[in-house]
């Protein structure tokens, strides 16, 4: 669709309820803006909704009521100093108790899920501000990569049911269609699959093509090999999800002639930071985010990512510790003109790709997907032994998730294909990375995603 006429049609005919779009829209132009705010205003506004946050969570939320600090009112003027004195918040901690995380007056919320790059899945809760800030935060990342309102968006990504729906419901397949929206499926990536991903994102010839970092590298590296110079996309590649090491960048922007814009997010938050045309590290989302790295000089010295969201009161978010690490950048401000805090580029999320025997490759993030909402399941890591042998490791009461094994087994054998072993284990513990995260996929057979070789 024309790029004027789906910038005005995704802004009046796309209000799923009552002034959604319409909330989207105002919150991504705030975004906008306030990036370029004097630090004083923008200083003051982040401080006035994080003591609205940190006030609500004291009286609704069970954990904060019992943990939190009550020795001062909170205000403006002193909210900084009280949120260090808040507790922080694993995902452990939530997964033990997550009624104690949940407001007692929430208003309309619905229940969401994250299989977590660390590979330790969780139920949690939003509410419609929460949809709005996610919705919007997305769209000012784009921006960031250059993207006006109306231009064509590729997806390869592994949301399966925004793959499916976009292609087998109506009314999402028109949504997508008004947006200027395509999905490709990041967890089905076998060459036959690369070759018709390849072939209709020619013929849609999308302005962004955003992706799992690790997927736009195999996707880079098959075309590469075939000798393949697309037309596409015409302003940017856009990655996130995993890190996007300074060699997978080098080839992804060398096949597809576009600079590469990082991004930094999660299923909570939506897009917590991302990187701009000046490619100078990754303006913090400020609108919806406060960010601490837990670090003796987070200038210089990379610590835990924690993050205090401003946008939910379903399930309140105060100094989140995300499981990621990284830290600050110090100097001057962005030449592009923006003023709010940046991160270097974020280490860790880096997850291999399986390739199986038939030679279709699977993103990691696909079994994340699988365990979406299995609060039983506390940890888990799946690893490609040999071409057809594969284990399912799982921190996990056995009885709590024996009605769960059947559907594993059929979806993941039906992805891995005829032929394909898994062995279902149990383990008490799987063993962290040196930075903290765990390695939620594991291919012992040649090599990761970062160096797959194709004939």
Not at 127 to 142: F, G, H, M, V, Y
Not at 170 to 185: C, F, G, K, Q, T
Not at 218 to 236: C, H, I, M, N, V
Request: a positive charge; one cysteine or more.
């Amino acid at each position: 669709m024309n790029t004027r006429l789906s910038a005005l049609f995704s802004k009046h005919l796309l209000d799923r309820r009552a002034g959604h779009r319409a909330r989207v829209l105002a919150a991504f132009e705030e975004k906008c803006q306030l990036s370029r705010l004097n630090p004083v205003r923008r200083t003051d506004l982040q401080n006035q909704r994080l003591a609205e946050i940190l006030v609500y969570a004291q009286e609704h939320v069970p954990f904060h009521r019992e943990q939190a600090p009550r020795r001062e009112t909170i205000t403006p003027q002193n909210a900084r100093s009280v949120l260090s004195l808040f507790p922080v918040v694993r995902r452990a901690d939530i997964q033990r108790n997550p009624e104690a995380f949940v407001s007692d007056a929430p208003g309309p919320c619905v229940d969401d899920a994250t299989g977590g790059s660390t590979g330790t899945p969780m139920m949690f809760r939003v509410d419609r501000n929460t949809q709005i800030a996610r919705e919007s935060s997305l769209l000012w990342a784009n921006s960031l990569a250059g993207r006006i309102p109306g231009e064509k968006v590729a997806m390869l990504w592994g949301s399966v049911s925004d793959v499916q729906g976009a292609t087998g419901q109506l009314r999402l397949a028109v949504r997508w269609w008004i947006e200027n929206m395509r999905w490709y499926n990041a967890f089905d990536m076998g060459e036959d699959r690369m070759e018709a991903f390849h072939s209709s994102l020619s013929a849609f010839r999308p302005h962004l093509l955003v992706a799992y970092a690790g997927s736009a590298f195999t996707f880079a590296r098959f075309l590469q090999a075939r000798g393949s110079r697309p037309a596409y996309p015409l302003k940017a590649v856009v990655t996130s999800a995993e890190m996007c090491t300074p060699a997978m960048r080098s080839v992804i922007e060398d096949v597809f002639g576009r600079p590469v814009f990082d991004r930094y997010g999660n299923r909570e938050f939506g897009a917590m930071a991302a990187e701009c045309q000046a490619h100078e590290g990754l303006h913090i989302n400020e609108a919806d985010c406060i960010v601490e790295i837990d670090s003796a000089d987070p200038f210089k010295v990379e610590g835990p990512i924690l993050v205090t969201y401003l946008s939910n009161r379903a399930m309140p978010f105060i100094r989140y510790d995300t499981g990621d690490v990284g830290r600050f950048l110090s100097g001057e401000p962005c030449a592009c003109g923006r003023l709010t805090a940046r991160l270097a580029p974020v280490m860790g999320r880096q997850s291999d790709t399986i390739r199986t025997a038939s030679g279709k490759l699977i993103h990691g993030e696909y079994f994340t997907h699988l365990l979406y909402g299995t609060n039983a399941v506390r940890e888990f890591q799946f690893v490609q032994e040999t071409p057809t042998l594969y284990r399912l490791l799982l921190v996990a009461d056995p009885a709590q998730v024996a009605s769960m094994q059947p559907r594993w087994r059929l979806e993941i054998g039906d992805a891995l294909g005829a032929g394909s072993e898994l062995r279902i284990e149990y383990v008490d513990r799987i063993p962290a990375l040196p930075s903290g995260k765990r390695r939620f996929t594991l291919t012992k057979v040649g090599n990761s995603s970062a160096s797959q070789k194709y004939p």
